[in-house]
């Protein structure tokens, strides 16, 4: 998926350039399209005998499913504890710093306004 969001589209061979080096076999590449179109992640339309596959979903509605279901199965439903666990076990530099305090401030703010 983070290549065809990256490309926009791709055939299976520009997909499975991308992957690794070296490349992943082109039939496991297909395999894997096939099973993501299949369960609708991904699209694809003939372009002579090639098919060019082109992500279904959007990157962003992806990652905010993830981040739920995490923070359901291994946080309690607790954003907080989620945060915090990233806070403590990864390295933020200044400028991550910012910009959460940023995010902080607008969702505080907002509070308020309720």
């Known amino acids: 998926m983070e290549v065809l969001w990256r490309l926009g589209s791709g055939t299976v061979s520009d997909?499975?350039?991308s992957?690794?080096?070296p490349p992943l076999a082109y039939t496991?590449?297909?395999t894997v399209l096939r099973?993501?179109?299949r369960k609708g992640y991904v699209r694809h339309r003939a372009d002579g005998k090639a098919h060019v596959f082109a992500p279904a979903i959007d990157r962003?509605?992806?990652?905010?499913d993830v981040v739920g279901y995490v923070l359901k199965q291994f946080f309690d439903g607790s954003p907080r504890e989620l945060l915090l666990n990233l806070l403590e076990s990864e390295r933020v530099d200044q400028a991550e710093l910012r910009r959460l305090r940023s995010v902080l401030d607008r969702a505080r703010d907002g509070e308020r306004k309720a």
């Open 19 to 21: 992957i690794g080096n």
């Open 28 to 30: 496991t590449v297909l």
């Open 35 to 37: 099973t993501l179109d």
């Open 15 to 17: 997909v499975a350039g």
């Open 60 to 64: 962003n509605a992806v990652r905010r």
